[in-house]
């Protein structure tokens, strides 16, 4: 996840809250510039801060749960 403006990747070789089999069977592929990465899927994402339930884990909670909403609504139809 980046952190800040400093554009930092934090990687986990492993995580509370979900399995790698998991996390590989619905990973999102994306780009980052030039580079092609894979990347936990939102709802696993949310599995994951939920289960290591620090206040900044709860805190980034706030957030991810609103863009799953946003995310929803566009899915329903609604403006993009």
Avoid: C
Wanted: hydrophobic share 30%; glycine share 8%; no cysteine.
């Amino acid at each position: 996840m980046f952190r800040g403006q400093s554009n930092r990747l934090d990687i986990h070789p492993s995580v509370k809250g979900v399995t790698f089999k998991e996390i590989w069977k619905n990973k999102k592929t994306e780009r980052l510039g030039k580079t092609k990465g894979n990347f936990a899927s939102l709802d696993d994402l949310i599995k994951m801060k939920k289960a290591a339930g620090r206040p900044k884990d709860i805190e980034d909670l706030k957030y991810l749960r609103e863009i799953k909403k946003q995310t929803r609504q566009k899915k329903g139809g609604k403006e993009l």
